[in-house]
């Protein structure tokens, strides 16, 4: 009896308690892509995926604004309804991927900032809960032709002039910049434009079809150094981009500078590539015929203390050093034998250049006698400031922390609606003001895009090598989206993401273990009858353009899967085969009795009968008439019939369990209840 009860206890089990390979339940979540770029006037495509573990669901997606959400669209059943503003500028339809995973296909015929540009939320709600993602369409138009004017091309050395910068630039607002290529001795010798000056708050204006008209103007003191030399404007954006626009450059413009001084300084190049470049200055002769001879050329430089020091001088055809330690990483040569031929020039080697102590301050001054009347003469030039420019090359790993916590975490897998916080340091070149910027890339996202979370930035510090340093930290809240999200922080960057110099990579995925509610934790199984196979319902998580390791590691999760409900299904039938065989086992010269005989039988082997070990039988007894079934039968109505009736039947069941009315353990008169 005791061998049968456990059987049928782990029967039960297995069909009604329990299963030994535990199921999860599919949980309700949502993904998209983080940004959709879409060019204005041109077709976007893009998609989105819910999950939900039954079909009741309801899937919309709004647009969020200053005066609260606009739905945009909703999803029963795979039936899509849209608002009036999106049902002729789009085309929207759904597929189901698998039993419980929907996709919802979206086709902009012609993108239109109004319309479409913003901040939207994707939400389904589920029999096990609701789920929402945030994802942003952001518009995008290439610039025309750029013009650059200037208020007059002839100008005087120290006069401002005006530079006015005009076209439209597209879409978003751009950075607008001014670039100079200088010359030296009357060419540029295939030297590079470089900025001058910049503005991130141009002025101009948006059109009504989303555009920017610029018209912005750039101040500009021209020196003597400035003769001959061309500019031009050029904008770029603040934001990174994932889609590549077209460059927008203006004419450019050649400036003619006077100057009234005989001797002039130039340098070359006004702005140095550290480490890349030479640093030159040149002492020369403006109006060398107003002299009749010269006694020397004197160069000096501002020192740190803020004093103009002598360097070198040239007298006749000899060069005199008065800097001994710039003597050592410096070559000079000049002669002031005739005013046409006067000059003196140094350079330092670019191997050689020390930041920030070269880039400095340098000016000329002569001594000489002037042709007629004019007698002994002396002059010195304006200082001229020698800048430089330099690339970063350095930036840190990003540093993750969930957000508030004040300490970073080596995690990379977090569950869905952790806020996080990451943060990267490193070298941002020699603009004090420049910025590291973010940029993120999905699980199947051909590129990166830039992140529209505002970044906060810490003061910037000066480092070695003439970098200056500083941190930026962006906060991040992790949603279904993020199954593998790649994070860049990059400094010395152009517009697109992944352009900077120096850079680095985190990837964030979601903790999927974590990610379900405790509510979807039920350890009943399926069960699907009569089938005898065990149903396991499997999470699919849908993104755009998952690769084939993903789709390897699905994969094997339904091979394990089907394996271990195969041996699932195998114990189970063993189990019933060992339980029917165990039923019907008859012993030697046993057979089948009637009812009145099983109880003759039962009472003939408490009495004396053979007392071997044998498996106890399970009596499968006829179902009981009940009262009325007996009296339409039988004919009687006499309740003291059914009372003996009753008796006898209890009787009988305690005399096949071993127990009569003369058994000596004292229990005779108890009621004993079987329960098979």
């Known amino acids: 009896m005791e061998q049968n009860t456990f059987t049928a206890l782990i029967l039960f089990s297995v069909f009604f308690g329990g299963s030994i390979a535990q199921t999860v339940p599919v949980t309700t979540y949502v993904t998209t892509p983080k940004v959709i770029e879409a060019k204005l006037g041109e077709e976007a495509r893009f998609y989105l995926t819910y999950t939900t573990p039954d079909n009741s669901s309801e899937f919309t997606v709004s647009r969020l604004g200053a005066n609260g959400t606009e739905e945009i669209l909703r999803v029963v059943d795979l039936t899509v309804t849209t608002n009036a503003n999106w049902t002729m500028a789009a085309n929207v339809q759904t597929s189901a991927v698998d039993g419980d995973t929907r996709r919802v296909n979206v086709t902009i015929y012609q993108t239109d900032f109004v319309t479409h540009e913003g901040d939207y939320v994707a939400m389904v709600t589920g029999s096990d809960g609701a789920a929402q993602d945030l994802f942003t369409i952001r518009t995008l138009a290439s610039p025309d032709q750029l013009s650059l004017s200037v208020s007059s091309r002839d100008v005087s050395e120290g006069t401002p002039i005006q530079f006015t910068c005009s076209g439209n630039t597209g879409r978003p607002e751009p950075v607008v910049h001014l670039l100079q290529r200088e010359t030296y001795n009357g060419t540029n010798q295939n030297a590079t434009f470089h900025r001058v000056l910049s503005d991130t708050s141009p002025s101009g204006s948006f059109l009504e079809n989303g555009t920017f008209s610029l018209s912005h103007n750039f101040t500009w003191t021209p020196t003597w150094q400035d003769n001959l030399v061309e500019f031009r404007c050029d904008i770029s954006y603040n934001i990174g981009l994932g889609t590549a626009l077209s460059s927008a450059q203006s004419n450019q413009i050649t400036l003619n500078v006077t100057s009234t001084k005989i001797i002039q300084i130039e340098t070359k190049p006004q702005i140095v590539r550290y480490k890349e470049e030479d640093l030159v200055v040149v002492c020369t002769l403006n109006k060398p015929e107003t002299l009749q001879n010269l006694f020397f050329l004197q160069l ?74 004019t007698g002994a003469f002396s002059e010195i030039t304006d200082p001229v400031k020698v800048s430089y420019t330099v690339q970063p090359m350095l930036i840190e790993t990003p540093k993750v922390r969930e957000a508030g916590s004040g300490v970073d975490t080596s995690q990379r897998e977090f569950r869905n609606g952790t806020v996080i ?230 009787n009988g069941a305690r005399e096949s369990m071993g127990l009569s009315n003369g058994h000596s353990n004292g229990v005779a008169d108890e009621h004993v209840n079987v329960r098979m």
Request: net charge neutral; glycine share 8%.
């Open 421 to 650: 916080e990451l943060t990267c340091t490193g070298q941002i070149g020699s603009d004090q003001n420049a910025t590291i910027r973010w940029c993120a890339k999905t699980a199947g996202a051909p590129t990166f895009t830039g992140l529209s979370n505002a970044a906060v930035h810490s003061m910037t510090t000066s480092g070695p090598n003439c970098q200056n340093i500083r941190s930026s930290t962006v906060t991040y809240n992790i949603t279904s989206s993020d199954i593998r999200t790649e994070f860049l922080c990059e400094s010395g960057y152009s517009s697109q993401c992944n352009s900077g110099t120096a850079k680095q990579f985190v990837t964030i995925s979601l903790d999927l273990t974590k990610d379900l509610p405790s509510s979807t934790t039920s350890t009943t199984p399926e069960v699907t009858t009569p089938s005898t196979t065990t149903s396991t319902t499997t999470r699919k998580v849908v993104t755009q353009g998952q690769n084939t390791g993903e789709q390897a590691e699905s994969n094997t999760g339904l091979i394990v899967g089907a394996v271990v409900g195969g041996v699932v299904v195998l114990i189970v039938i063993i189990l019933v085969l060992v339980y029917f065989l165990i039923l019907r086992r008859k012993s030697a010269g046993e057979s089948y009795l009637s009812n009145d005989n099983t109880t003759k039988a039962s009472s003939k082997s408490s009495s004396g009968g053979s007392t071997n070990n044998q498996i106890p039988e399970i009596k499968i007894q006829p179902r009981k008439k009940t009262n009325k079934e007996v009296k339409d039968t039988e004919g009687y109505d006499n309740e003291a019939l059914d009372e003996e009736r009753v008796a006898r039947t209890q």
């Open 300 to 373: 000096k430089r501002r020192s740190p203390s803020g004093t103009l020091n002598n360097v070198v001088s040239v007298t006749g055809a000899t060069i005199q050093w008065q800097d001994q330690t710039l003597q050592n990483r410096a070559n000079v040569t000049g002669t002031v034998a005739s005013p046409p031929t006067a000059h003196l020039s140094m350079v330092i080697r670019k191997d050689s250049v020390q930041c920030p102590l070269d880039f400095t301050e340098y000016e000329c001054s002569l001594s000489g006698f002037g042709t007629g009347a």
